[in-house]
């Protein structure tokens, strides 16, 4: 067999692949050569066009292989931070391949998840004492909600076997993240296999003391109810609908009084995207346990952590083995994973990055005003928390994910070389923090442009 080390690797000019693997660009495009092999994320191939071929990015960029340059206004699905191909991000990476690039975690540790832990804890709220890495949002999900049925469980009470969530809430795709989810057409294959769950219907304005009156009354069957998960501040999925912090204070406050454990899904609204570290951060009362993931490593890896209090995890301290939280994946707490989330923290805090957060809100907040007085007859609502603009379209069909206006708005974007991927009829941005105002600017009179035409 022939030494990996006497083949052919350019990285860059220097890089990529042995060149034996490299197909003749000529005999097909990547976007034909995806169509024979590939299925993706949330597509109907039957009427979906050829998937757009990506062969670089940098910063706030991609570049297709015909050389087309997008601006990534929605960070890669909420993920990316601070831009494409960070080179502080990489070195880190690069570096850490070198000493060590995975190991079991059963029985082993390493340097980068216990660092990351460290700075992890002293950037959540102070009742957060222990660390659990997973490699998502679903998964960090569903070992929260494992901690929180086994906390119980292990302490001898088997009667609470319930969950409360939000409606309109997206938590998900493995089967216990939809089950606390809406229900819709991306869940009815599996509604029979889902697991029962109480919901609660969004504290919207001026729908607050409904919803506390509701609470309230659940609270009749509190020996059964194990946890309250929810999305703190804004159901990103849903549509960017975005509630206030006082309304959430007294749900967990009612939830606590009554022995219920609190999970903050903060996959999406956590690392600044609210304005703050974490959407929680607008609360003085603390939820049990937070699910991260997105941003967490800038976006560079996949990650996902599952915090909690000390009393939950020493609940499953017991001489009895049985009593063990049995949970794991093979790439869990990843070295190199961890080591991008150190860099992105690096990055996060610096005053470069809060200063490159602080203007992006102030100028998603000029141009709400603007379109708001200019363009109200085209829109029903608009939405802004931190770096997260969402604009709801008046639509005569009614409000869905599947919105025609969506197809309308995503195709327009595309010609534009902005990648926006629209929620039904709600556009929205959340862009790496390193955007550039020109760029806000292409992107805010693009939006103009397309609200005068529909």
């Avoid at 220097?14 to 990547?30: A, G, R």
């Avoid at 990316?80 to 570096?95: R, W």
């Avoid at 946890?227 to 609908?241: H, K, T, Y």
């Avoid at 070295?335 to 992006?360: F, V």
Wanted: with cysteine; glycine share 6%; charged share 20%.
């Amino acid at each position: 067999m022939q030494n990996i080390s006497e083949k052919h690797f350019v990285i860059d000019e220097h890089l990529e692949y042995p060149v034996e693997n490299i197909q003749n660009p000529v005999i097909s495009s990547l976007s034909e050569r995806d169509a024979k092999v590939l299925w993706h994320p949330f597509t109907q191939h039957q009427t979906a066009p050829f998937s757009i071929p990506i062969v670089r990015a940098e910063g706030v960029y991609l570049f297709d292989e015909n050389g087309k340059r997008y601006i990534d206004a929605i960070a890669s699905w909420w993920v990316n931070l601070h831009g494409h191909s960070h080179p502080y991000i990489a070195q880190k990476v690069a570096e850490q391949f070198l000493k060590l690039e995975q190991v079991i975690f059963a029985g082993f540790t390493h340097e980068p998840a216990v660092h990351l832990a460290e700075r992890l804890l002293e950037l959540l709220p102070k009742n957060q004492q222990r660390i659990f890495y997973s490699d998502n949002g679903s998964t960090s999900v569903e070992v929260a909600m494992k901690m929180a049925f086994q906390y119980f469980h292990n302490q001898g009470i088997t009667k609470k076997t319930k969950i409360i969530a939000l409606e309109n809430g997206y938590h998900g795709d493995t089967f216990g993240t939809m089950a606390v989810g809406a229900k819709s057409a991306f869940t009815a294959p599996f509604d029979p296999f889902l697991f029962e769950v109480i919901y609660l219907p969004i504290p919207l304005k001026g729908q607050e003391t409904a919803v506390l009156e509701t609470m309230n009354a659940l609270m009749s069957q509190s020996d059964e109810i194990a946890a309250f998960i929810f999305e703190p501040l804004i159901q990103g999925a849903g549509g960017m609908v975005m509630y206030e912090p006082e309304i959430l204070e007294k749900l967990l406050t009612i939830a606590k009084e009554n022995g219920i454990l609190t999970i903050a899904d903060e996959i999406m609204t956590g690392f600044y995207r609210t304005g703050k570290m974490f959407a929680t951060d607008y609360l003085t009362v603390k939820p049990d346990i937070f699910c991260l993931s997105k941003g967490l490593t800038g976006g560079a890896m996949a990650l996902g952590v599952t915090s909690c209090t000390q009393a939950i995890y020493e609940a499953f301290l017991s001489d009895d083995r049985r009593k063990t939280l049995f949970h794991s994946h093979s790439f869990t707490a990843n070295p190199l994973a961890c080591t991008a989330g150190l860099a992105s923290l690096d990055l996060l805090l610096s005053d470069e990055t809060q200063a490159q957060i602080q203007q992006i809100n102030t100028l998603h907040k000029g141009f709400s005003q603007k379109i708001a007085k200019s363009l109200q007859h085209k829109i029903a609502d608009i939405r802004l928390k931190g770096t997260i603009l969402a604009i709801e379209i008046k639509v005569s069909e009614g409000t869905s994910y599947f919105s025609n206006m969506r197809d309308i708005a995503y195709n327009f974007f595309l010609e534009k070389g902005i990648l926006m991927r629209p929620l039904g009829n709600v556009i929205y941005l959340l862009t790496p923090y390193c955007i550039s105002e020109e760029d806000l600017s292409y992107i805010y009179a693009c939006i103009e442009e397309f609200l005068e035409e529909i």
